[in-house]
Antibody
Framework: QVQLVQSGAEVKKPGASVKVSCKASGYTFTSYDINWVRQATGQGLEWMGWMNPKSGKTGHAQKFQGRVTMTRDTSTAYMELSSLRSEDTAVYYC?????????WGQGTLVTVSS | DIQMTQSPSSLSASVGDRVTITCRASQGIRNDLGWYQQKPGKAPKRLIYAASSLESGVPSRFSGSGSGTEFTLTISSLQPEDFATYYCLQHNNYPPLTFGGGTKVEIK
């Protein structure tokens, strides 16, 4: 069965970086894009960006310009967010796109606090 | 970018009620829309894809309709386990993906 398993919760100080992983199993990793979505506490879902695991090509929402980097290795996608601020405190999800989003990771809580 | 306007943002309903949630797209998106249910502390779960197709294993009380710019999620008879937040998500011009603002369904 398709699974996306994310890394554990992180606590970071303002200005630091965080790297979240998303390990895929149960399908051919290079066949579908991986997207990243975040959700601040009590808020809605916010799309951050996408990566094609086969080509490594990426794209992101304008608001994350210069701060987000998406990479991959054999079966794991990574999302790194730099220059963290308190407003980046959120649960970060990876999601598989097969036309539409069909599978989600369990989420990774990133807390930014001094 | 396409904007998705979801309404209402919250509603109170009783078990057995019929519930309708609407999403409006800022431009036509054919049927490139899904509906997702999210419970506290959990990842979203897809209920409907291609605007009106029921995901395998999802109860038949959930249904979706619409095409173009107007879409509806209907729960025909609300059950206790249906109290959650619901989101629409368009993928017509992916990337990007665009979410509706969410509808929190609460117990009346």
């Amino acid at each position: 069965q398709v699974q996306l398993v994310q890394s554990g919760a992180e606590v970071k100080k303002p200005g630091a970086s965080v790297k979240v992983s998303c390990k895929a199993s149960g399908y051919t990793f290079t066949s579908y894009d991986i997207n990243w979505v975040r959700q601040a506490t009590g808020q809605g879902l916010e799309w951050m960006g996408w990566m094609n695991p086969k080509s490594g090509k990426t794209g992101h929402a304008q608001k994350f310009q210069g701060r987000v980097t998406m990479t991959r290795d054999t079966s794991t996608a990574y999302m790194e967010l730099s220059s963290l601020r308190s407003e980046d405190t959120a649960v970060y999800y990876c999601a598989r796109v097969n036309g539409a989003v069909d599978y989600w990771g369990q989420g990774t809580l990133v807390t930014v606090s001094s | 970018d396409i904007q998705m306007t979801q309404s209402p943002s919250s509603l109170s309903a009783s078990v057995g009620d019929r519930v309708t949630i609407t999403c409006r797209a800022s431009q036509g998106i054919r049927n490139d829309l899904g509906w997702y249910q999210q419970k506290p502390g959990k990842a979203p779960k897809r209920l409907i894809y291609a605007a009106s197709s029921l995901e395998s294993g999802v109860p038949s009380r959930f249904s979706g309709s619409g095409s173009g710019t107007e879409f509806t999620l209907t729960i025909s008879s609300l059950q206790p386990e249906d109290f959650a937040t619901y989101y629409c998500l368009q993928h017509n011009n992916y990337p990007p993906l665009t979410f509706g603002g969410g509808t929190k369904v609460e117990i009346k």
